[in-house]
């Protein structure tokens, strides 16, 4: 994921499902000195700081 991103689903009004090593996480903060993500995993409640580039969206295609 790009640092923008990260930060349209930080702002976002919805809700994003993101996910770091195919677990579910919460973007709580991006500090784009230095391309990091704050993030809570959802599994555990631990918080990491990442790479941004280490986020991935969830495919939000419907398929009929």
Do not use: C, H
């Not at 996910?19 to 918080?47: C, F, G, H, K, M």
Request: net charge negative; hydrophobic share 35%.
């Amino acid at each position: 994921m790009d640092i923008n991103r990260a930060e349209e689903i930080i702002n976002s009004k919805g809700v994003i499902e993101v996910t770091y090593n195919n677990s579910p996480v919460w973007i709580e903060n991006v500090i784009r000195e230095d391309a990091t993500a704050q993030v809570r995993l959802l599994t555990n409640n631990q918080s990491l700081n990442i790479p941004v580039e280490s986020l991935n969206e969830k495919d939000q295609t419907t398929t009929f």
